[in-house]
């Protein structure tokens, strides 16, 4: 079992940065795939990045691919997202994600979910 919880999340003005921590609980999360999600208000929910167990392997969204940067630290038992250039269109719920064995970018591939820590970017 894991549980996830994020933080870090705040308001921002356009082109500042954030970053975001999800520390996860569990015996066997250095061998899980991690992520992070994002829910804008009235929009889908979309995948913004993963990272492999490793940390060797990363995948992005195109839309943050370049601003937003995935990483983990297995000892720490936590896993970031560094967002910079931060845009309007960040504005969302992110939330952290766990174990899959599929496909990361679908987002019920994910077999683990955090609360959710809310970005809000200001023009």
């Known amino acids: 079992q894991v549980q996830l919880v994020e933080s870090g999340g705040g308001l921002v003005q356009t082109g500042g940065s954030l970053r975001l921590s999800c520390a996860a609980s569990?015996?066997?999360?250095?061998?899980?795939?991690m992520g992070w999600f994002r829910q804008g208000p009235g929009k889908e929910r979309e995948f913004v990045a993963a990272?492999?167990?490793?940390?060797?392997?990363?995948y992005y969204a195109d839309s943050v691919k370049g601003r937003f940067t995935i990483s983990r630290d297995n000892a720490k038992n936590t896993v970031y997202l560094q967002m910079n250039s931060l845009e309007p269109d960040d504005t969302a719920v992110y939330s952290c994600?766990?174990?899959?064995?599929?496909?990361?970018?679908?987002?019920?591939?994910?077999?683990?979910w955090g609360q959710g820590t809310q970005v809000t970017v200001s023009s």
């Open positions: 569990g015996r066997t999360f250095n061998r899980y795939p």
């Open positions: 994600v766990a174990r899959n064995f599929g496909d990361y970018y679908r987002p019920n591939e994910w077999d683990f």
């Open positions: 990272i492999n167990w490793s940390g060797g392997s990363t």
